[in-house]
């Protein structure tokens, strides 16, 4: 019999992870204003690309941000369930790919993933979501060089 315990503490420090990507959302929310001003304002082809690149980061980014989020509410739900006494983290693992595959019309997976692998696919995408922002952010540094140098 798995640990309930263990998955309690593994969805709860899971969320609480996830949640860290909200302060990278709103860094890269700043930088895609930005991005999306310069590229408004006319600053040129090389530095228009560059700007491009960033804004095109940051709108992934937006998007790993939105997927964090949301199995950072997921994972919190779970912790807060498998905390009480007589949960079932099995059920409820099972009834959650059953509603995701009827939501999303993909098929339910044949074998029940555990908790650790899902852990661990969830905080993929936050780490996924950091490097879109360091891609923003490249973009936008290279955009600056590069109307420096234009300008000088």
């Keep these: 019999m798995p640990d309930v315990r263990y998955d309690a503490a593994m969805a709860a420090l899971t969320a609480d992870l996830l949640r860290q990507g909200r302060g990278l959302d709103l860094l890269s929310l700043g930088l895609l204003l930005v991005s999306v001003g310069g590229l408004l304002g006319g600053i040129g082809d090389a530095p228009g690309v560059s700007l491009g690149a960033s804004a095109a980061a940051g709108l992934v980014q937006r998007y790993l941000a939105f997927r964090c989020a949301l199995d950072a509410r ?79």
Excluded: E
């Excluded at 779970?78 to 009827?102: H, N």
């Design 74 to 152: 997921v994972f919190a739900r779970w912790g807060a369930t498998w905390a009480q006494p007589g949960a079932a983290p099995g059920d409820d693992l099972a009834a959650f790919d059953a509603a995701l595959a009827q939501l999303t019309g993909r098929a339910v997976a044949g074998s029940l993933r555990p908790v650790a692998q899902r852990a661990a696919g969830a905080l993929r995408l936050l780490r996924h979501q950091l490097a879109a922002l360091l891609v923003q952010l490249a973009g936008l540094i290279a955009a600056i060089v590069l109307r420096l140098l234009s300008t000088g």
